[in-house]
Every structure is written in C-alpha cells, then in structure tokens.
Nanobody
Framework: EVRLVESGGGSVQAGGSLRLSCTVS????????MGWYRQAPGDECELVAS???????YYADSVKGRFTISQDSAKNTVYLQMNSLKPEDTAMYYC????????????????????WGQGTQVSVSS
C-alpha cells in the first residue's frame, strides 16, 4: 500500500526555520519524482519544490533561495528545509508523488494521478 506521512509543521515567527519530513512506504524514492505543495485558505494548491529520481530539483520563484528539498532514500523520506520564513508562507503543506507533474490545481489532493499525504500546517507570524 502506498502511504505518505508528513510531519514537522508548526508555528514560527518570521525569519525562523522549519524542516518538513515526508516518510513514504509502498514504493522506492529512487524510482519516483516527489513534490511539496502548499495551499493557503482561499488560494490554489501550488507546487513549491520538487525532486526527481535523479535528484534534479525545482523551486517556485516565491521560495527559491529559502527552501531546500532533499531526500534520504535509505530512510524513505523526503525533506523540505524552510528558512527565512515569511507570513505569506503560511499554508498547509503536502507531499505528493509526481507521477504526473501538476504545477497548480484547485485543491491539493484533488488529482487522480498522484498520491498525497494528509498535510502538515505551517504558520508564520510577523
């Protein structure tokens, strides 16, 4: 069974850091591209970072230089290190497989192509 479980969210002040983790089971990270999405209330679900099976990375312009995606295949875990957090980073963050690359969608978890975790909340206060 394919499962993705996120952890590491929380509340921080602007300028702070958090590291999100996504532990997967039922497949091998070496074989699948992975992504971190986020969705704030009233906003679309957007892809903020991805890592391919050959470890090529992508970052949305809004997080470039502040967020770093990485993976530890031995631990079946994908990470999102978030530094210099801003209030506008406040959102629910989800990890997902990228069997099909979707940059934006109405709701995280709403596509039928990829597998999603349950999400972890990140709140950044000014």
């Amino acid at each position: 069974e394919v499962r993705l479980v996120e952890s590491g969210g929380g509340s921080v002040q602007a300028g702070g850091s958090l590291r999100l983790s996504c532990t997967v089971s039922g497949f091998t990270l070496d074989d699948v591209d992975m992504g971190w999405y986020r969705q704030a209330p009233g906003d679309e679900c957007e892809l903020v970072a991805s890592i391919s099976s050959d470890t090529t990375t992508y970052y949305a312009d809004s997080v470039k230089g502040r967020f770093t995606i990485s993976q530890d295949s031995a631990k079946n875990t994908v990470y999102l290190q978030m530094n210099s957090l801003k209030p506008e980073d406040t959102a629910m963050y989800y990890c997902a497989t990228l069997y099909v690359l979707v940059m934006r969608q109405a709701d995280c978890g709403g596509d039928e192509y990829n597998r999603w975790g349950q999400g972890t909340q990140v709140s950044v206060s000014s």
